[in-house]
């Protein structure tokens, strides 16, 4: 049997299927099981797991439609099965899902906007529930693709090599970090494509966090996140204005999952790194608006949500369209209206738990 894994969408989603690839792995231990990527960081956390035979990078986003086309029939009819990794609501990722030619294109069917992309062309589907988190619904899915019923549900998976962690510990070494030292992660960005850059936290409130942590518990705080957020970042530690806030610079995401891990706290939007911390078995606090707690909540670590339950939350949902917000008093009152003190004490008694 061979199958194929797209995970498509993003490192999160990618991580948030691991679980599920687990079992499918011990389930089918002879199997050929390949996944198809798009985005680097998803190729460095697939390159590493055991459970996969093969890892397939194709840049979707950059490459055109010609080119993809021309790819996708290079591997086209190679699988017998094919799963779309939850979520992938959109029409694009269904598309390429029946092009590959599979006999079985799992996929979920959801609950919103699933007939204007195409969810139609998946034939093994299993219906998206608001009340469980993604890790759930993708084991779900496999166990319809498999027949199967599991009772286990694993942690996510992000191996490290020996490689990654003494890069972290000599990078540690040079910011002056020793075993002792109280650190807390921060990660203050997020996905910005459809105004998703409302689901973010104030910058000036991650500085005000950060200088009361300082202050009161003398912790050290690390700023992580991608290269693009190098300017937030600054901004933050500016607005901090202590030797003792750091930021981190990686040249890949295992060697920043490798810093994460040296962390006893990650603070953190509703993003990727809040599922590599959680991979890396931090205690999390995370930072919600308008994303469904149930569906991404930190998986299988001692964790926090801080959110304000407000009765029009949640209000984003996995479909293409953007970000909106319709209240009329205060704009992603959500997030605005977290107060530091509240995630101050989150993190104050996680760390005491």
Not at 200 to 220: D, G, T, V
């Amino acid at each position: 049997m061979k199958i194929l894994i797209l995970a498509l969408s993003g490192i999160g989603d990618a991580l948030m299927f691991t679980p599920a690839l687990k079992l499918m792995r011990e389930a089918l231990p002879d199997a050929e099981i390949d996944a198809l990527v798009m985005f680097k960081g998803v190729k460095d956390i697939y390159d590493r797991n055991a459970c996969l035979d093969k890892v397939i990078y194709f840049d979707f986003l950059n490459e055109g439609l010609i080119e993809s086309l021309r790819f996708i029939k290079t591997i086209r009819n190679n699988y017998d099965s094919s799963v779309n990794v939850y979520p992938s609501n959109r029409s694009e990722y269904n598309f390429i899902n029946f092009l590959i030619g599979a006999g079985k294109r799992a996929g979920v069917k959801y609950l919103r906007k699933d007939i204007p992309n195409l969810g139609m062309l998946n034939n093994v589907r299993v219906t998206e529930d608001d009340s469980v988190h993604n890790v759930q619904t993708n084991i779900r899915l496999i166990e319809k693709l498999l027949n199967k019923t599991f009772t286990e549900e694993p942690p996510l998976d992000f191996t490290l090599t020996e490689d990654d962690l003494t890069f972290a510990r000599e990078y540690l070494n040079k910011i002056n970090i020793n075993g002792d030292d109280l650190v807390i992660g921060f990660h203050p960005g997020s996905a910005v494509l459809k105004n998703h850059i409302y689901r973010r936290w104030e910058p000036e409130k991650f500085a005000s966090l950060a200088r009361s942590l300082i202050n009161k518990l003398n912790a050290k705080i690390l700023l992580f996140g991608g290269p693009e957020e190098l300017e937030l970042k600054k901004v933050i530690k500016n607005q901090i204005n202590s030797p003792r806030s750091v930021i981190v610079e990686t040249d890949n995401l295992p060697r920043s999952a490798a810093l994460i891990k040296r962390c006893n706290l990650f603070v953190s939007n509703d993003s990727s790194l809040m599922h590599v911390a959680s991979a890396m078995q931090r205690k999390v606090v995370a930072v919600i608006g308008p994303t469904n707690p149930h569906y991404i909540h930190p998986w299988k670590t001692e964790h926090r949500i801080v959110t304000l339950n407000l009765d029009c939350a949640p209000c984003f949902f996995y479909s293409p369209r953007h970000l909106i917000c319709t209240r009329t008093d205060v704009k992603f009152k959500c997030i605005r209206e977290l107060s530091v003190e509240m995630v101050y004490n989150a993190v104050t008694g996680l760390l005491n738990n």
